[in-house]
Structures are given as structure tokens and as C-alpha cells.
């Protein structure tokens, strides 16, 4: 036990180490470390690290998928759910297909449940190494949310594949109706008990008298509830947890008080950081446990077996990315109308961004080693070193040449959409021009009411300002802070202000989350 926490320690010591290095090498950390695990891993003495897949699963999955569905945008999901279900679903189910068939004329004695088993493997890209690879990359909002929908979904499907690939390679035995029904059956299932624990512990929130440190615990544990129920109902866990995310973030605001968000956020951001980082170090550390018991012979076909695998998923993308972006605009004109066409470049990115991770290796190493009747599982170190090249070839390879890519191709913004900063300034000016309209109505108006609306009454002319600025030649960075302490009734007006706003589905929920974040943190200096 105390090994074990010395080494826990020691990996994050490390992940904070390769995560400092980061921004002055110009590699996003994920890549940094899988390559810092692997270099470790090398290392004379270090001991090698085994994980129990079943741990990836349970213990960091959960939360991963909960933060990235809380921080993502509800409308934005739903308004490109066409375009994230195509590459949640279809585009995982087509990758399974072609690798399935594939891998069965490539590799000698590969069966087609092997094959449709490597492919539930590789086939999910992973979201949190292309958002830290983007991360200070312009790239169209529209992209991001893809991307981030995605990966909020097709681990999901993936790991149904795998599943039922898995019982086909045990059983000797596979029913396609049958599978396609009990698919539908585990994605609802999953879906309807994220949604019903959802709003159990949103009652929950809502009707006990919490504290902020009770909200965050509860907001620790509500993803862990969520992945265990429903796997115990043989539901997909992992739909649960992204639905039940999804329906308490887009209530957050009506049952977290300013305390709770800024202690929640805090708390998250601090675990996240942890995961992330551990997941992406245990990739490179598995290596030596991967390819222990290989000969050379047989590790060196692995490897090449691998790299023809990664140039085909890598191939695969780009053939399904441009007919989805475009087929459905060419047969409904109601699409044409709504959305405009992302042309060439930003399927190019997209295509490009399709970087495997961690799900893909905890689906690997969950394999058994034997069959029920005692032989062993055919093919599994193959499958494993497949797998890592796959992983190390889009992560790296692609992870390193995405930032190039999308300055190389110029991507822009098609959205008719305001840009961040310009609807900032809108919805700061609107807040401002709540109080002021409060103030006014008063009828005798005391020195202090008479300063603050003056105040009040600047910050709103600089606010226009800056605006117009935005319109004009210069392009200006510097804008006003109400970093004030402001009166309790002046916060309240103004997150009215953002609730009809919120309302209005005309600003970005992140631009929304940012102002209500400002008045958590001057409530916050108020309080104490």
C-alpha cells in the first residue's frame, strides 16, 4: 500500500513537471506525456506499472465525461447534433467495418470477430488531447463543439462494439439482429437513467438546505452514481454519465449558489488536472508491459501491422468527414438554410483531429488473457501493440502537426455568429443597463445612489465604446473591469439580466458562464 502511494505521488509530481514544461517546448502536455511516460518507462529500476483496465473504466472515466459534459453547451450540442451523431455512431460503426475487414486480409489467422474487435477498440478519437492540442489555436467555435460533442458520445458507441465483439470472439457466436437491438436497449437504457438520476440529485440540490462544500461532494459523486447504476442494469454507463451532465448543467445555474460554483469549479478543475494527467503518463508506462512477453519477431509485425492500421483509421476519417459535411446539404434544403457550408477546410481540420487516447488503450488491456475453455485469447499481444502504435501515431504524429495544419490552412469562422469578445462587451453593457434603469426609478437618490449610477453610467459609455471599436479600424484589447463591490441588489438586477439573456439563446453559454463567474467572485468579496 505505501508503494503504491509513493508511486501515485510520484506520477503526479511528474505530471505537474511535464505540464510546467509544456508551454516552453510548444507541445500540448497529453503528448508530453506519452512521451515522458514512455521515457520513464525506460528508465533502469523504474518498476513497471500495471493497471487494471476495470480501474480506467470506474475510476477515471466518470468524471472525465461528467466535466466534459458540464462545460459543454447544450444548445451548441443540439444545434450540430447531426453532424457529432455521424461521428459519434457513424463514422465508429464504419471505422469497426473497414478495420474488421481489413485486418482479416492483413493479418494471418485474424478472424472477423478480432478484426470488428480491434475496431471497437481504435475507432473513438479522444477529445481532451485535441482541445489541449487547440488550445491557442484559432479555430471556428463550430469545430470545437464537433469535437467535443464527438467525444462525449462515441466512447459510448465504441465501447458497445467492443463489447459485443468481445462476446462473439468468447462465444464463438454472433447474432446481428440481436446486436442491433441491444444496442438500441443499452444506449436508451443508459440515456433514461442519466436522465432520472439527473433529476433525483437536482431535487436533491434543490430541496436540502447544502452548503457549498456539500454541493461540490455532491457534484463529485453524482458521475460515479451514474456509470455504476446503470452498468448494473447493463445500461451503458457511460451515456448515463453524459446525459445526466448534460441535463445538471444546463440547470446549474438555478440550484448552485455563487459559493458552491466557485468552490465546485476549483475543487474540478484541480481533479481534472490529476486524471488528465495520469491517464496520458499510464499510456506511456504500459509499454513495457505490452511488449514483455513479445519476441522480437513477433513485435516487430506487430509494429508494422500497426502503423498499415494507423494510416487506415487516420484514411478512414477523411473519407467520412467530407460526404457527412456535405451530402446532407446537397439533399436537404432546409440544412442550406440554416447552416452555412463549412466548405473544405474545416472537414480537413476535423479529419486531422481524430487523435485515439485512453479509451482505446483500458479496451485493449481489458481483454482476457483466456478464453472460457482455458486456451488463450488469440491474437491479444498483437491486438495490445496495435493499439499503443495507433495511439502514439494519431496522438503524436497528428497531435504535433494539428496546430500547423490549422494555421497552414487559415481556418474561419462560418457561423454568422458575433465574435467572444464583442458579445462580452453586449452582455456586460446590457447587465450595466439594469442597474442603471433600477437607479432611476428611485425618487430620492442619496449621494452614494447618485455616484454609483454615475458609475454606472461611465462604465456603460465605455462599454460602447469599445464596441465601436471593435467596428472601426483599431482593434482594442483593453476594456473595463466592474471589479467593484457592488451592492447585493446591483449583483441581483444583473444576474436578471443574465437569466434573460440566457433565455434568449442569442450569446454563448461560455460567455455567459464567464459574467456569471465575475458576480460569483464579487459576491463572493462582498460576502466576506
Same mark, same amino acid.
Request: charged share 15%.
Given at each position: 500500500?505505501?508503494?503504491?502511494?509513493?508511486?501515485?505521488?510520484?506520477?503526479?509530481?511528474?505530471?505537474?513537471?511535464?505540464?510546467?514544461?509544456?508551454?516552453?517546448?510548444?507541445?500540448?502536455?497529453?503528448?508530453?506525456?506519452?512521451?515522458?511516460?514512455?521515457?520513464?518507462?525506460?528508465?533502469?529500476?523504474?518498476?513497471?506499472?500495471?493497471?487494471?483496465?476495470?480501474? #480506467?473504466?470506474?475510476?477515471?472515466?466518470?468524471?472525465?465525461?461528467?466535466?466534459?459534459?458540464?462545460?459543454?453547451?447544450?444548445?451548441?450540442?443540439?444545434?450540430?447534433?447531426?453532424?457529432?451523431?455521424?461521428?459519434?455512431?457513424?463514422?465508429?460503426?464504419?471505422?469497426?467495418?473497414?478495420?474488421?475487414?481489413?485486418?482479416?486480409?492483413?493479418?494471418?489467422?485474424?478472424?472477423?470477430?478480432?478484426?470488428?474487435?480491434?475496431?471497437?477498440?481504435?475507432?473513438?478519437?479522444?477529445?481532451?488531447?485535441?482541445?489541449?492540442?487547440?488550445?491557442?489555436?484559432?479555430?471556428?467555435?463550430?469545430?470545437?463543439?464537433?469535437?467535443?460533442?464527438?467525444?462525449?458520445?462515441?466512447?459510448?458507441?465504441?465501447?458497445?462494439?467492443?463489447?459485443?465483439?468481445?462476446?462473439?470472439?468468447?462465444?464463438?457466436?454472433?447474432?446481428?439482429?440481436?446486436?442491433?437491438?441491444?444496442?438500441?436497449?443499452?444506449?436508451?437504457?443508459? #440515456?433514461?437513467?442519466?436522465?432520472?438520476?439527473?433529476?433525483?440529485?437536482?431535487?436533491?440540490?434543490?430541496?436540502?438546505?447544502?452548503?457549498?462544500?456539500?454541493?461540490?461532494?455532491?457534484?463529485?459523486?453524482?458521475?460515479?452514481?451514474?456509470?455504476?447504476?446503470?452498468?448494473?442494469?447493463?445500461?451503458?454507463?457511460?451515456?448515463?454519465?453524459?446525459?445526466?451532465?448534460?441535463?445538471?448543467?444546463?440547470?446549474?445555474?438555478?440550484?448552485?449558489?455563487?459559493?458552491?460554483?466557485?468552490?465546485?469549479?476549483?475543487?474540478?478543475?484541480?481533479?481534472?488536472?490529476?486524471?488528465?494527467?495520469?491517464?496520458?503518463?499510464?499510456?506511456?508506462?504500459?509499454?513495457?508491459?505490452?511488449?514483455?512477453?513479445?519476441?522480437?519477431?513477433?513485435?516487430?509485425?506487430?509494429?508494422?501491422?500497426?502503423?498499415?492500421?494507423?494510416?487506415?483509421?487516420?484514411?478512414?476519417?477523411?473519407?467520412?468527414?467530407?460526404?457527412?459535411?456535405?451530402?446532407?446539404?446537397?439533399?436537404?434544403?432546409?440544412?442550406?438554410?440554416?447552416?452555412?457550408?463549412?466548405?473544405?477546410?474545416?472537414?480537413?481540420?476535423?479529419?486531422?483531429?481524430?487523435?485515439?487516447?485512453?479509451?482505446?488503450?483500458?479496451?485493449?488491456?481489458?481483454?482476457?488473457?483466456?478464453?472460457?475453455?482455458?486456451?488463450?485469447?488469440?491474437?491479444?499481444?498483437?491486438?495490445?501493440?496495435?493499439?499503443?502504435?495507433?495511439?502514439?501515431?494519431?496522438?503524436?504524429?497528428?497531435?504535433?502537426?494539428?496546430?500547423?495544419?490549422?494555421?497552414?490552412?487559415?481556418?474561419?469562422?462560418?457561423?454568422?455568429?458575433?465574435?467572444?469578445?464583442?458579445?462580452?462587451?453586449?452582455?456586460?453593457?446590457?447587465?450595466?443597463?439594469?442597474?442603471?434603469?433600477?437607479?432611476?426609478?428611485?425618487?430620492?437618490?442619496?449621494?452614494?445612489?447618485?455616484?454609483?449610477?454615475?458609475?454606472?453610467?461611465?462604465?456603460?459609455?465605455?462599454?460602447?465604446?469599445?464596441?465601436?471599436?471593435?467596428?472601426?479600424?483599431?482593434?482594442?484589447?483593453?476594456?473595463?473591469?466592474?471589479?467593484?463591490?457592488?451592492?447585493?441588489?446591483?449583483?441581483?438586477?444583473?444576474?436578471?439580466?443574465?437569466?434573460?439573456?440566457?433565455?434568449?439563446?442569442?450569446?454563448?453559454?461560455?460567455?455567459?458562464?464567464?459574467?456569471?463567474?465575475?458576480?460569483?467572485?464579487?459576491?463572493?468579496?462582498?460576502?466576506?
Amino acid at each position: 500500500m505505501h508503494h503504491d502511494l509513493l508511486l501515485v505521488i510520484g506520477l503526479l509530481f511528474a505530471v505537474s513537471l511535464f505540464t510546467l514544461l509544456s508551454p516552453k517546448l510548444r507541445i500540448a502536455y497529453p503528448i508530453l506525456l506519452v512521451l515522458g511516460g514512455l521515457g520513464i518507462a525506460f528508465i533502469p529500476g523504474i518498476p513497471h506499472v500495471r493497471v487494471d483496465p476495470e480501474l #480506467i473504466f470506474l475510476i477515471f472515466l466518470p468524471p472525465l465525461l461528467y466535466e466534459a459534459a458540464w462545460f459543454t453547451s447544450w444548445r451548441e450540442f443540439w444545434k450540430w447534433r447531426r453532424s457529432i451523431s455521424m461521428l459519434a455512431f457513424g463514422l465508429v460503426f464504419f471505422t469497426s467495418l473497414v478495420v474488421g475487414y481489413f485486418t482479416t486480409w492483413l493479418i494471418p489467422g485474424f478472424t472477423l470477430g478480432l478484426g470488428f474487435l480491434l475496431g471497437g477498440i481504435i475507432s473513438p478519437p479522444d477529445a481532451v488531447a485535441a482541445t489541449s492540442v487547440l488550445k491557442g489555436v484559432h479555430i471556428p467555435k463550430r469545430a470545437t463543439t464537433i469535437l467535443e460533442g464527438e467525444s462525449l458520445v462515441n466512447d459510448a458507441s465504441s465501447l458497445i462494439v467492443f463489447r459485443f465483439a468481445l462476446a462473439a470472439v468468447m462465444t464463438g457466436h454472433f447474432t446481428p439482429h440481436l446486436a442491433v437491438q441491444q444496442f438500441f436497449i443499452v444506449s436508451l437504457g443508459g #440515456i433514461a437513467a442519466g436522465l432520472a438520476l439527473g433529476s433525483v440529485i437536482y431535487l436533491l440540490h434543490r430541496t436540502l438546505p447544502t452548503t457549498a462544500s456539500i454541493d461540490t461532494a455532491m457534484t463529485l459523486m453524482s458521475p460515479y452514481l451514474m456509470y455504476i447504476i446503470a452498468e448494473e442494469f447493463h445500461a451503458s454507463g457511460v451515456l448515463a454519465v453524459v446525459s445526466g451532465g448534460l441535463f445538471l448543467s444546463y440547470r446549474s445555474h438555478a440550484f448552485l449558489d455563487h459559493r458552491s460554483r466557485v468552490q465546485a469549479y476549483n475543487v474540478w478543475s484541480t481533479l481534472i488536472f490529476m486524471l488528465n494527467g495520469l491517464v496520458f503518463i499510464l499510456i506511456g508506462l504500459e509499454l513495457p508491459d505490452i511488449v514483455g512477453d513479445m519476441d522480437p519477431h513477433a513485435l516487430s509485425e506487430a509494429i508494422l501491422y500497426g502503423l498499415v492500421v494507423s494510416a487506415l483509421v487516420i484514411a478512414i476519417r477523411f473519407v467520412w468527414m467530407y460526404p457527412a459535411a456535405h451530402v446532407p446539404r446537397l439533399l436537404f434544403p432546409s440544412i442550406r438554410r440554416s447552416q452555412p457550408s463549412p466548405g473544405w477546410r474545416l472537414p480537413t481540420v476535423l479529419s486531422w483531429a481524430g487523435m485515439r487516447g485512453v479509451v482505446s488503450l483500458a479496451s485493449a488491456l481489458s481483454i482476457p488473457n483466456e478464453l472460457p475453455n482455458g486456451d488463450p485469447f488469440p491474437h491479444r499481444p498483437t491486438i495490445l501493440v496495435i493499439t499503443f502504435v495507433v495511439i502514439l501515431v494519431t496522438l503524436v504524429g497528428q497531435g504535433l502537426t494539428l496546430p500547423w495544419v490549422v494555421r497552414k490552412l487559415k481556418v474561419q469562422e462560418v457561423d454568422p455568429r458575433k465574435p467572444e469578445e464583442e458579445q462580452e462587451l453586449l452582455l456586460r453593457g446590457r447587465m450595466v443597463r439594469a442597474v442603471i434603469d433600477h437607479l432611476e426609478t428611485i425618487p430620492e437618490k442619496t449621494p452614494q445612489i447618485e455616484r454609483t449610477q454615475q458609475h454606472f453610467l461611465h462604465l456603460e459609455q465605455n462599454y460602447l465604446r469599445s464596441i465601436e471599436s471593435l467596428h472601426g479600424t483599431e482593434h482594442t484589447e483593453q476594456r473595463d473591469d466592474t471589479n467593484r463591490a457592488y451592492a447585493r441588489l446591483l449583483i441581483s438586477l444583473q444576474r436578471s439580466a443574465l437569466e434573460s439573456a440566457r433565455k434568449e439563446h442569442t450569446f454563448d453559454l461560455e460567455v455567459i458562464r464567464k459574467m456569471e463567474s465575475n458576480l460569483d467572485l464579487e459576491e463572493t468579496r462582498l460576502n466576506s
